[in-house]
């Protein structure tokens, strides 16, 4: 079933779409359960389990590039590369949530293996997926609407995971991801859009790693990648510590989350809408505007302001509905524009996966250390607390503006034609 230049149907979409699901399912656990899962069922201490995750992050944040070339240099079919993932995927998170009973040694051995699998299959998965989605169309009324489906179906299954933890614990979650996973994989194998093969001709070479940065406007969107990605991630690194200690509203962080995502998951219809009225890249930059002048506000909540602090939940998840559907679609343009489509995708979403996680090491580089510095302290109401507030709040506003201004004088706002589509003036 191969795409077509037209409009994708619903059913094309949600065939293509839907395993953003199971990724997402992986993705949470990996990111925020594994560590208190170890320290609470293996004798690792603390600083065991934090040096194995930083190793494996480190190492996950260099195997996204190495697999985009090397898929993009292999010439094969995406969905390939989707079904090879799939079998590693489960062993991979079967051995990292049910580890044997070992002794201190074998067990960290164990904790950094299982991670570097999920790191390699997730990463494998992920960019064959993303770049089947750039490859299906570049009519921009077409970019916005794959990769609204995609990360729409990606929060769902982030709140469906957080649901079946709380639930039915590890095992529940468990099992869930495998049904979710094999139903979705073989849903996307066999009934969604496939774009056009490439001839091995057309291959990457060698140094193909090298060819997104070749591009000057993929070098601009991915310095917007990095600032307005650590804007991002610093709140997420930050907001336990705010919900607890400051508001003093730990009990209420659930449904926090709930909101923000579920407000993200609403919003997508009306920001692939302004996308196709006025591009992505602008509409992009509207939304982070709006998620600064909503955000700055959690800078002067108090404590116990609930319905504040849910507002701005609220608001603020609605501009992040922008942050997941448009870069990957102003991506998928760009690439289209360098006459790269349907060929090199990998090779950047390779890169595009290297920035994401690159800001989720730079955001707890940065805000961390820096709330250490100045004097908070989680778990005491001392004079710690205002740095938390600004750095929780006040800093990322100020990368969010960074971000837009990086947006606004990028090369992407003027690549469109009259009718909508990239010219390759790159």
Same mark, same amino acid.
């Given at each position: 079933?191969?795409?077509?230049?037209?409009a994708?149907?619903?059913q094309?979409?949600?065939?293509?779409?839907?395993?953003?699901?199971?990724l997402?399912?992986?993705?949470?656990?990996?990111?925020?359960?594994?560590?208190?899962?170890?320290?609470?069922?293996?004798?690792?201490?603390?600083?065991q389990?934090?040096?194995?995750?930083?190793? #494996?992050?480190?190492?996950? #944040?260099?195997? $996204?590039?190495?697999?985009?070339?090397?898929?993009?240099?292999?010439?094969?079919?995406?969905?390939?590369?989707?079904?090879?993932s799939?079998?590693?995927?489960?062993?991979?998170?079967?051995?990292?949530?049910?580890?044997?009973?070992?002794r201190?040694?074998?067990?960290?051995?164990?904790?950094?293996?299982?991670?570097?699998?999920?790191?390699?299959?997730?990463?494998?998965?992920?960019?064959?997926?993303?770049?089947?989605?750039?490859a299906?169309?570049?009519?921009?009324a077409?970019?916005?609407?794959?990769?609204?489906?995609?990360?729409?179906?990606? &929060?769902?299954?982030v709140?469906?995971?957080?649901?079946?933890?709380?639930?039915?614990?590890? $095992?529940?979650?468990?099992?869930?991801? @495998?049904v979710?996973?094999?139903?979705a994989?073989?849903?996307?194998l066999?009934?969604? /859009?496939?774009?056009?093969l490439?001839?091995?001709?057309?291959?990457?070479?060698?140094?193909?790693?090298?060819? /997104?940065?070749?591009?000057?406007?993929?070098?601009?969107?991915?310095?917007v990648?990095?600032?307005?990605?650590?804007?991002? @991630?610093?709140?997420?690194?930050?907001?336990?510590?705010f919900?607890? $200690?400051?508001?003093r509203?730990?009990?209420y962080?659930?449904?926090?989350l709930?909101?923000?995502?579920?407000?993200?998951?609403?919003?997508m219809? #009306?920001?692939?809408?302004?996308?196709?009225?006025?591009?992505?890249?602008?509409?992009?930059?509207?939304?982070?505007?709006?998620?600064?002048?909503?955000?700055?506000?959690?800078?002067?909540?108090?404590?116990?302001?609930?319905?504040?602090?849910?507002?701005i939940?609220?608001?603020?998840?609605?501009?992040?509905?922008?942050d997941? #559907?448009?870069?990957?679609?102003?991506?998928?343009?760009?690439?289209?524009?360098a006459?790269?489509?349907?060929?090199?995708?990998?090779?950047?979403?390779?890169?595009?996966?290297?920035?994401?996680?690159?800001?989720?090491?730079?955001?707890?580089?940065?805000?961390?250390?820096?709330?250490?510095?100045?004097?908070?302290? /989680?778990?005491?109401?001392?004079?710690?607390?205002?740095?938390?507030?600004?750095?929780?709040a006040?800093?990322?506003?100020?990368?969010?503006?960074l971000?837009a201004? &990086?947006?606004?004088r990028?090369?992407l706002?003027?690549?469109?034609?009259?009718?909508?589509?990239?010219?390759?003036?790159?």
């Amino acid at each position: 079933m191969n795409a077509v230049g037209g409009a994708l149907s619903l059913q094309a979409l949600f065939s293509y779409g839907l395993f953003g699901l199971p990724l997402a399912m992986l993705a949470l656990p990996i990111y925020i359960y594994v560590a208190p899962f170890y320290a609470q069922r293996s004798s690792l201490d603390l600083a065991q389990i934090g040096a194995v995750l930083l190793a #494996a992050r480190i190492a996950a #944040a260099f195997i $996204d590039p190495a697999l985009g070339a090397w898929m993009a240099r292999g010439g094969r079919s995406y969905a390939v590369y989707v079904g090879a993932s799939l079998p590693l995927l489960l062993l991979g998170f079967g051995a990292l949530f049910h580890p044997p009973a070992m002794r201190e040694t074998a067990t960290l051995a164990w904790f950094l293996a299982a991670l570097l699998l999920v790191y390699t299959a997730y990463g494998l998965a992920g960019i064959a997926h993303q770049s089947w989605g750039a490859a299906l169309s570049q009519l921009r009324a077409q970019r916005a609407r794959v990769t609204a489906v995609r990360e729409g179906c990606g &929060l769902f299954g982030v709140i469906l995971a957080a649901g079946l933890t709380s639930v039915f614990g590890y $095992d529940g979650l468990s099992l869930a991801f @495998a049904v979710c996973l094999l139903a979705a994989g073989a849903l996307l194998l066999a009934r969604a /859009p496939r774009p056009a093969l490439r001839s091995a001709a057309e291959a990457v070479s060698g140094n193909g790693w090298k060819l /997104p940065f070749r591009q000057r406007a993929f070098r601009w969107l991915f310095a917007v990648l990095l600032v307005n990605g650590v804007a991002a @991630a610093i709140p997420a690194t930050l907001f336990l510590f705010f919900a607890t $200690d400051y508001l003093r509203l730990g009990h209420y962080a659930g449904p926090f989350l709930i909101v923000y995502f579920c407000a993200a998951a609403a919003s997508m219809p #009306a920001w692939v809408a302004l996308a196709r009225r006025f591009g992505e890249a602008r509409a992009w930059g509207g939304a982070m505007l709006l998620a600064a002048c909503v955000f700055v506000w959690a800078y002067g909540l108090g404590a116990g302001a609930a319905w504040g602090f849910a507002t701005i939940c609220l608001l603020s998840g609605l501009a992040l509905g922008a942050d997941l #559907a448009l870069p990957p679609a102003l991506l998928a343009g760009l690439i289209g524009a360098a006459g790269h489509a349907g060929r090199h995708e990998a090779a950047y979403f390779g890169w595009w996966n290297w920035g994401v996680q690159m800001s989720l090491a730079l955001a707890a580089g940065i805000a961390l250390p820096l709330l250490a510095w100045l004097g908070y302290v /989680p778990g005491n109401s001392g004079g710690g607390l205002p740095a938390l507030s600004a750095a929780y709040a006040l800093l990322p506003c100020a990368l969010k503006l960074l971000a837009a201004l &990086l947006l606004w004088r990028a090369p992407l706002q003027h690549i469109y034609s009259e009718t909508g589509e990239y010219r390759p003036c790159i």
